[in-house]
T-cell receptor
Framework: DGGITQSPKYLFRKEGQNVTLSCEQN?????MYWYRQDPGQGLRLIYY???????QKGDIAEGYSVSREKKESFPLTVTSAQKNPTAFYLC????????????????FGAGTRLSVL | KNEVEQSPQNLTAQEGEFITINCSYSVGISALHWLQQHPGGGIVSLFM???GKKKHGRLIATINIQEKHSSLHITASHPRDSAVYIC????????????FGTGTSLTVIP
């Protein structure tokens, strides 16, 4: 079945450690996104990529890094510079903007819950 | 100021009740999205609408572009409708980025 797979479901980070969250999609979508969700707040965009080997910072990119070496994969690394990483992280994908007229639907993964030890 | 405001923040209903969730936005839009976040965290898209009304099963979404307001209605609510419902509107000139509401947490009691 087509969809977006995020792993792991739960992740724990030690002080000073970098951790990487995986996101894979088989929907043949060009665009992929990483969001952070905190209680009482709307989804906030961390990074997005509209095409392979290209990505842009979102609203809260500090302390995070991404890569887009393959169309199917968009991993997010939470670096030690991110001082408050505890949150729920969601990955999404969509057709590339401009394909399909009005704003395209984003398809979301099941999320990764990151906590600090 | 948030570009997207939802109300209520939390909602508890008895099974079978008619439910309304509201979304107001302050930006010009081409379409508005309603999303459902399951208790486990995954999000699915329910509706994308740019005018009028859309219906899918017991869910109905309406939008009034002039008033910049949308509503999500659930008829004959059921405990399996318990979820967080999120309203999202596109950011202008940003490709496919969105402003998200903070969500309405719905609990339907049997």
């Amino acid at each position: 079945d087509g969809g977006i797979t995020q792993s792991p479901k739960y992740l724990f980070r030690k002080e000073g450690q970098n951790v990487t969250l995986s996101c894979e999609q088989n929907l043949n979508h060009d665009a992929m996104y990483w969001y952070r969700q905190d209680p009482g707040q709307g989804l906030r965009l961390i990074y997005y990529s509209q095409i392979v080997n290209d990505f842009q910072k979102g609203d809260i990119a500090e302390g995070y890094s991404v890569s887009r070496e393959k169309k199917e994969s968009f991993p997010l690394t939470v670096t030690s510079a991110q001082k408050n990483p505890t949150a729920f992280y969601l990955c999404a994908s969509s057709m590339r903007p401009g394909q399909g007229g009005i704003k395209n639907i984003q398809y979301f993964g099941a999320g990764t819950r990151l906590s600090v030890l | 100021k948030n570009e997207v405001e939802q109300s209520p923040q939390n909602l508890t209903a008895q099974e079978g009740e008619f439910i309304t969730i509201n979304c107001s936005y302050s930006v010009g839009i081409s379409a508005l999205h309603w999303l459902q976040q399951h208790p486990g965290g995954g999000i699915v898209s329910l509706f994308m609408l740019s005018s009028g009304k859309k219906k899918h099963g017991r869910l109905i979404a309406t939008i009034n572009i002039q008033e910049k307001h949308s509503s999500l209605h659930i008829t004959a609510s059921h405990p399996r409708d318990s979820a967080v419902y999120i309203c999202a509107v596109p950011r202008e000139d940003t490709g496919n980025q969105f402003y998200f509401g903070t969500g309405t947490s719905l609990t339907v009691i049997p």
